[in-house]
């Protein structure tokens, strides 16, 4: 009993003494030097995400060796079940000709879904303080086999799972460890290495331990909120939990999405100094090439939209050659097939060529984006595919050559909703697959954070290239998924781009069907302004110019469209006129707005005929009556009230210096002269501190005579202009009389202004 009790004692000091000496002795052990240090992975195809852990390998001078690559995956599809044995099996094979080299250290990581955040000199530093010949990254989930979690050793803190996207190890221990496998490329990486990591005796001798507190190794999977980017001199992924600064960061089961935000910030992509640093690699130059490519446009109208007119007229202004341009449209509502044969009536020779298909079709808004893409994807001389929606206003004409330059397989510009956060976009997922908002989307948004950034999801605008159509994404449905909207299934296919499996783990029989992950990377750009996008929400189409009454909904477009293009001119100008004393003119409205406002009062019809019996205001009499239509008669009361707000009350604060206007009015009319109906007005005074009179068509075009007399002052005004207002006292100082229409028919706009 008591030389068992010795032997105890003795074995405890021996493992206290061996543990100093090993810590002092790795503290003193001379730096590994980097070239010391082979990378090692597997990769058949050179997809986006391989492309990426390259270029994070290259920024830190890593030596990288590919394996397999060019040959055909068999090992399953990882991201979703058991499999990836097909990588033991090549890296097997790579060690056989490194085993006998005892210095070097060998690390073996996945490529498709990881990204180097440091330096070999980092992570051999930190390899050398761990003590052990074999280092297993570390995870808090278990995978595959739940089962085993029991005989994992407990660990008092950090992760205590094994994962196999990452190994770092010396080249002889390394190879004893991949000398064991003698399954088939669809077995499972993972367990094999578990099940040799969980046998103590192998433990023991192999001296493998995991990187239990992330110090190298960064699974993302499950451990998101534990991750923060750490700006700096450079941008670092920071654990919070242990405090640590990963060298590896790998994506493994559903963070990839997670992994793509990283990288957009990590090794070295942007950052607050420089900004973006990697925005201008592999650019084209358009002006350097022979012809410009060849796209096609896909047109999108599938809800009634306000200012497609002005949609159309863009689409066309595009600094791009119109002869290389092919447009399909697919219009889904009648409300707008007029405005679609106007527009091909007046353009018909521009483009190279223009196809519609309309609501007679009756395609889903799935079938019709299927339909447009494959155009292009059947089209071996279509290099690129623009996709755009009718609630998308580009107001940048050189949006097109912008995203072809930047030479990416899908890309968006950003567009958003004027004075709201809403934009094209969604900077992350949420678990069921909608959305979540990401930590830099407002300040992607908002400008402050100017790049090029890997999202998840875009809608609206995108631009893909031909040959990304005719490879990867070469199958007919991509924007019919389960119930997913039309873009969010084109999303989730770009971004997974695996064979969709019924069942949970495929058969032995059909692992060698299923492709590793391919996740197509989708970008958007906010290096410039593009446009924005229109609210299609309340868009009300009974009316005959419906446009009109998005001055709430769509107030920029409505602004641009309806006010007079020398507006502004009035205050940093003073671009107005004083016709007579207190009489002020002044240009307001736009042709198109004369035009509009015409032809809803001619669509509505309903003319007074100019009686003193008016049943439409107070008390049904009126002591001056005038041939017209309220607006309140076509339901534009509250629109033309804000116009008054909006767009008259800052002039009235400009002419009459220290009146302010509360832009209120009951009586708001347009005024119809004929020589038949009414062709003149009497002597009057207005009900009003101040009217507002436009002029909605032109003379001597539309109608002769016409004009305005003020009597105290015998001042006419007798050449109105079409979109100018007069300004004018409503009461006391400024009896007027309407002078005679001649010929023709004369339009005017009124407003009792604070009556």
């Known amino acids: 009993m008591e030389y068992l009790k010795f032997y105890f004692v003795f074995l405890c000091w021996m493992k206290l003494v061996n543990a100093a000496f090993s810590v002092d002795t790795s503290q003193t052990l001379a730096p590994i ?54 990588k033991v099996r090549l890296l097997k094979e790579a060690m056989e000709d490194l085993a ?120 993302l999977n499950g451990a998101v909120d534990e991750v923060l980017l750490k700006f700096g001199t450079g941008v670092r992924v920071r654990n919070t939990v242990y405090d640590s600064l990963p060298a590896v960061v790998h994506g493994n089961g559903n963070a990839k999405i997670y992994l793509n935000y990283l990288a957009n910030y990590v090794p070295n992509a942007w950052n607050y100094e420089r900004g973006c640093s990697n925005c201008d690699e592999n650019m084209v130059d358009l002006s350097q090439l022979q012809e ?29 050659p119109k002869d290389k341009l092919n447009v399909f449209v697919h219009n889904n509502v009648v409300y707008h097939e007029r405005h679609i044969q106007r527009f091909w009536e007046e353009n018909r020779n521009v483009f190279n060529s223009f196809k519609v298909v309309g609501p007679e079709e009756n395609l889903s808004q799935g ?34 050559k ?38 830099d989307y407002i300040d992607i948004v908002q400008g402050k954070r100017v790049g090029l950034w890997n999202i998840p999801f875009m ?31 084109l999303c989730r296919n770009a971004r997974e781009m695996t064979s969709h499996r019924e069942k949970e783990s495929p058969s032995p029989e059909s692992f060698h069907m299923l492709r590793p992950p391919k996740g197509v990377f989708m970008f958007i750009t906010n290096r410039h302004e593009f446009g924005r996008l229109i609210s299609t929400a309340n868009y009300n189409t009974s009316h005959y110019n419906s446009d009109l009454w998005q001055i709430f909904e769509n ?104 009146y302010y206007t509360k832009g209120y009015a009951l009586m708001n009319f347009v005024v119809k002269y004929t020589p038949e109906r009414q062709a003149y007005l009497r002597p009057h005074h207005d009900s009003s ?29 007798e050449s109105p202009r079409k979109g100018w207002s007069f300004m004018h006292p409503g009461r006391l100082t400024h009896l007027h009389e309407g002078l005679p229409t001649t010929n023709g028919t004369r339009y005017i706009a009124v407003s009792f202004i604070d009556p």
Request: some cysteine.
């Open 100 to 219: 006998d080299q005892d210095d070097l250290v060998v690390l073996s990581v996945d490529s498709y879904d990881l990204i180097f955040a440091a330096g070999p000199e980092e992570i051999l530093r930190k390899f050398q303080q761990a003590n052990h010949k074999v280092l297993f990254a570390a995870e808090g989930l278990i995978w595959p086999d739940k089962k085993l979690a029991e005989k994992y050793p407990l660990v008092r803190s950090g992760k205590r799972f094994l994962n196999s996207g990452g190994i770092i190890g010396y080249a002889p221990y390394i190879n004893k460890v991949v000398a064991q496998w003698n399954l088939h490329d669809n077995d499972d990486d993972q367990l094999f290495y578990t099940k040799i990591y969980l046998d103590p005796l192998q433990r023991d001798i192999l001296n493998m331990t995991l990187d239990h507190k992330c110090q190298i190794f960064q699974n």
């Open 689 to 717: 501190t101040f009217t507002i009179n436009i002029a909605l068509n032109n003379k001597d075009t539309d109608f002769q005579g016409g004009g305005c007399r003020f009597h105290r002052y015998n001042c006419s005004i």
């Open 459 to 489: 809608a609206h605008i995108y631009l893909l290239k031909g040959e990304l159509l005719r490879n990867e994404l070469k199958e007919r449905n991509y924007f019919v998924l389960e119930k997913l909207d039309p873009d969010m299934a």
């Open 292 to 320: 410009y490519p060849n796209v096609l446009v896909g047109v999108f109208i599938e809800q009634p939209s306000p200012f497609l007119p002005e949609f159309f007229q863009r689409l066309l202004t595009l600094d791009y």
């Open 555 to 658: 107030p920029v477009d409505w602004k641009e469209k309806y006010i007079h293009p020398n507006y502004t001119r009035i205050f940093t100008e003073n671009y107005l006129e004083q016709p007579c004393p207190d009489v002020f003119w002044f240009p307001v409205f736009s042709e198109k707005a004369c035009d509009e406002i015409v032809e809803e009062m001619e669509h509505y019809g309903s003319w007074s005929g100019g009686k003193h019996e008016d049943k439409r205001i107070s008390g049904g009499y009126e002591t001056v009556p005038t041939d017209d239509i309220h607006m309140k008669q076509i339901g534009f009361d509250k629109e033309w009230l804000h116009f008054i707000r909006e767009f008259i009350s800052p002039v009235t604060l400009k002419v009459f210096s220290g």
């Open 33 to 86: 030097p980097k070239e010391k240090l082979l990378v090692l992975t597997v990769a058949t195809e050179e997809t986006d995400g391989f492309l990426r852990f390259m270029q994070s390998a290259n920024y830190f001078n890593y030596t990288v060796k590919v394996l397999g690559m060019g040959s055909e995956w068999r090992g399953g599809d990882v991201g979703r079940s058991i499999g990836g044995g097909q």
């Open 367 to 400: 079938e019709a984006r299927n339909m447009g893409m494959d155009l292009c994807r059947k089209d071996a001389r279509c290099d690129y595919y623009f996709s755009i929606d009718s609630d998308v206003m580009l107001t940048n004409r050189q949006t097109l």
């Open 402 to 439: 912008v995203l072809i330059e930047q030479n990416r397989k899908i890309i968006a510009p950003l567009v958003t909703r004027h004075g709201k956060l809403w934009s094209n976009f969604w900077g992350a997922l949420s678990l069921d697959g909608y959305y979540a908002r990401s930590e």
